[in-house]
Every structure is written in structure tokens, then in C-alpha cells.
């Protein structure tokens, strides 16, 4: 009886049936092709044992058979060895690939296959890189650039705008004069930290509700929370992180304000970066929308519950906002980072914060992936990658936010992976 294990041996090449049958069953879909194959290659005695030489018996085949000598009877034996043959070439292709896999030769970046080791001769040390493998030449400094997202988000910001590049602003930070106020609104500092006063953008579907409410596709509840002392109240909206009013009155004044400033900010931009912050999110019972932040009001916590987001739902909300915001700027490119700032808390009773967090930035970096995979225009850029691996010292000393040097380096690595020349 034989044995039905494959053989991969140099010496023995096809000769072994069972490797025979295993190739030729990866490369063609056609069962009667494939019996046809094993019995010339059988029948015929050849002995191959490279894949080298199997390729060169079947390119002398194909070219005989579909370059007249053959002469196949038929037009659908002429189309089925067309598909064949096509299937080879694909075959070839996919080898070669797979052969250059762990080659430097023709990577951007030689080195950026192989983690770095300091301990090799003219090794580096991981503090020494930058984590970029390919260059995106997409912006100069008259390319108008938007962007939103957490805390992180605005740190680079005003690093563009420190650096006199065209950061777009349709709303200026509000100085509390017409009744909203900004949390942490410096007068000294003339730079905003968004290119609309959104506040901070923590989860996916916060970003998407953006889009739809600058382009009337969604309509949020109007919702205010009364906070702050009895005799001096400050009203919040649970979709503007950090921005509050001084009264009903301020609220309603702004809204449409506010409403054509993200329109603008979206039409406006010809790259803008998201950088996606939270995986945890809380939303209205009522009809799904999602807060920006978490609950801070009895009441708000009755109306609300806590959510965690799977992958499928991250890239789906960044899909529909890239989709509406596209009908309206057809050139819009967007660039997805990850916050490295980690969760402040959470609400997951069966997660310790660190846990929570870990998976958090697991998810978030996964659907990434799927976004830039899926979507044409889309870049991701590796700032949470950075900031983990390769910054020495990065954070603040609160340990979640990071330090102005931080982002400096950063921005460098932006740089070199987007700048033009």
C-alpha cells in the first residue's frame, strides 16, 4: 500500500506521486486538466526536479498547444487552455513573490523588514528608527490639510500650523464672547487645536454622525446637559467634548454656525487625518447616536448605555464618513493614525484599564488596516507605532499624554512618509 505522505526532496523532484498531485492541484482548478497533466508528466518519464524545470515543461506545452502546433479542436478546449495557462502565469507570479518575500530588493526600505537588533554588527537600535516602509508623496505646504480625533489629534494640528503649512480652520476657537466655551482655550495661543470647534473626537461613530450632520443625512437629537453650580450653570452637548455654553440661548445661536463650519471643513480639505482614539464608546438608548465622551449626568446615564465597538463597526463608520464626505469633495484623501494615549478608564467590569486599553488599540488598529485595505486614497500613518516601539521617554509625567518632543518627532517621520519632494 502506499504511503500517502508528500515528499519535498531536491533529488526525488516530481518523481514522488504525491508531491506530483499536490502541485498540480495548487495551481489549476480544472480536474480534467490536472488528470491530463499527471499522465504526461507520469507517462512521459521526464525527470524534474526543480520547480524551475516543471515551470520551463509547461511553458513549452502551452506555447506549443496554443501557438498553433497542437492544435486544439475545439474553440472550449482552446478556451480551457487559455484559463490554464493563465493560472500557470499566476502560479509563477505568486512564486516569485513568495521567494523575494524576505528579500531588501526593492523595498523603499531595506531595512524595514527584519526587527532591528543592536546587537548585529552595523545593527540599530529600535530607538534609532522611524517605522515607515514606503513613501506617499501627498501633501506640501499648500495643500490644505483637516483634521479631528482625540487629544493627540490637535497636537498635530498645531504642529502644521506652527510650521506654516495651509491647516484648514472654518471655525476659530471660541472665546466665550458669544456665550461657548472651549475648555482649555488659551487666548496667548493664536492656533486652534481643530479645524472646526468639534472638541475632541474620541470614537469612530462620532466621526461619521460629523458627516451626516454637516450634510443633513442624520439628524442628532438636540441635547443639552445642565451642569456646573446653581448660580452659575454651563450647559454641554454629549457630542461636543470640551465645548459648553453659556445658556440654551448660546446653544441654539451656534448650532447652525457650527453645523456649516464642519460642511466647510470637510468640503475645504484635500487631506485629512482621523486619528481614531477610543474602542469604548456610550450611546443614546433612544436611537443609537453616540456621545463623544462618557456620561457625567445621572439623567444622561439613564438615557444611555455602554458599548464596545467590534472591528466590522469601526471600519463601517469610518467608511460612511469617507463615502459622505466624497459625494460633496470627490478628491478627499484621508490619513488614519492611532492615539497612543491610552484609555483614561473603563467601564468593562471583566478588564483591568490596562487590559481594556490593550484591546482597545487592537481593535482600533485592525480596522484601520481594513479601512486602508479596502478603500483607495486611504493611508495609515504608523504615530501609535512610534510613540510604543521607538520614542525614548514619550510620555508627560501623567503617563498617558505625550511630550512636545514627542510629537516633534512625529511630525519628522510625516515628513519623510507624505511630504512631497
Not at 129 to 138: A, C, F, W
Not at 149 to 164: H, K, L, P, T, V
Not at 208 to 223: C, M, N, S, V, Y
Request: proline share 5%; glycine share 6%.
Amino acid at each position: 500500500m502506499g504511503s500517502d505522505t508528500i515528499i519535498i526532496d531536491h533529488d526525488l523532484g516530481l518523481k514522488d506521486d504525491n508531491l506530483r498531485r499536490f502541485l498540480i492541484a495548487s495551481i489549476f482548478q480544472d480536474p480534467g486538466f490536472r488528470s491530463f497533466l499527471e499522465g504526461q508528466l507520469t507517462q512521459g518519464g521526464l525527470d524534474i526536479k526543480t520547480h524551475e524545470e516543471f515551470q520551463a515543461v509547461l511553458q513549452q506545452f502551452f506555447s506549443n498547444h496554443l501557438g498553433g502546433e497542437g492544435g486544439a479542436a475545439t474553440e472550449e478546449q482552446v478556451k480551457r487552455l487559455r484559463d490554464c495557462a493563465e493560472a500557470m502565469r499566476q502560479h509563477q507570479s505568486e512564486t516569485l513573490e513568495s521567494i523575494m518575500a524576505y528579500s531588501r530588493q526593492g523595498r523603499e526600505n531595506p531595512d524595514s523588514m527584519f526587527w532591528p537588533n543592536p546587537t548585529r554588527e552595523d545593527g540599530k537600535s529600535l530607538k534609532d528608527i522611524l517605522p515607515v516602509s514606503e513613501k506617499v508623496p501627498l501633501v506640501d505646504k499648500s495643500t490644505r490639510i483637516g483634521s479631528a480625533g482625540s487629544c493627540f489629534a490637535y497636537e498635530i494640528a498645531r504642529n502644521f500650523q506652527r510650521r506654516g503649512f495651509s491647516y484648514v480652520v472654518t471655525e476659530p476657537e471660541h472665546d466665550g464672547s458669544k456665550g461657548v466655551l472651549v475648555d482649555a482655550y488659551d487666548p496667548n495661543n493664536p492656533m486652534p487645536r481643530f479645524s472646526a470647534t468639534w472638541g475632541i473626537i474620541f470614537n469612530t461613530p462620532s466621526l461619521r454622525q460629523l458627516a451626516e450632520r454637516a450634510f443633513g443625512t442624520g439628524r442628532l437629537p438636540k441635547i443639552i446637559v445642565r451642569e456646573g453650580r446653581p448660580d452659575a450653570p454651563l450647559y454641554t452637548d454629549p457630542f461636543r467634548e470640551g465645548v459648553g455654553f453659556q445658556s440654551e440661548a448660546a446653544f441654539r445661536t451656534d448650532y447652525e454656525n457650527h453645523t456649516n463650519a464642519i460642511r466647510q471643513a470637510f468640503t475645504q480639505s484635500e487631506v485629512f487625518i482621523a486619528t481614531l482614539g477610543l474602542n469604548e464608546c456610550w450611546s443614546f438608548k433612544f436611537d443609537g447616536s453616540v456621545m463623544s465622551n462618557n456620561p457625567r449626568h445621572n439623567w444622561v446615564y439613564a438615557l444611555s448605555k455602554p458599548r464596545i465597538l467590534t472591528v466590522e463597526e469601526n471600519v463601517e463608520a469610518v467608511e460612511d464618513f469617507l463615502k459622505l464626505v466624497r459625494q460633496h469633495n470627490p478628491d478627499f484623501k484621508l490619513i488614519i493614525s492611532l492615539s497612543p494615549i491610552p484609555l483614561m478608564a473603563t467601564h468593562r467590569r471583566d478588564q483591568h484599564v490596562v487590559t481594556a486599553n490593550n484591546h482597545s488599540k487592537a481593535v482600533l488598529r485592525v480596522a484601520a488596516e481594513e479601512i486602508v485595505a479596502r478603500n483607495e486614497g486611504v493611508y495609515y500613518f504608523p504615530s501609535y507605532e512610534y510613540v510604543m516601539h521607538c520614542a525614548t521617554d514619550p510620555w508627560e509625567a501623567d503617563e498617558r499624554h505625550v511630550r512636545a518632543e514627542t510629537v516633534a518627532r512625529i511630525m519628522e517621520m510625516f515628513d519623510l512618509m507624505f511630504l512631497k519632494d
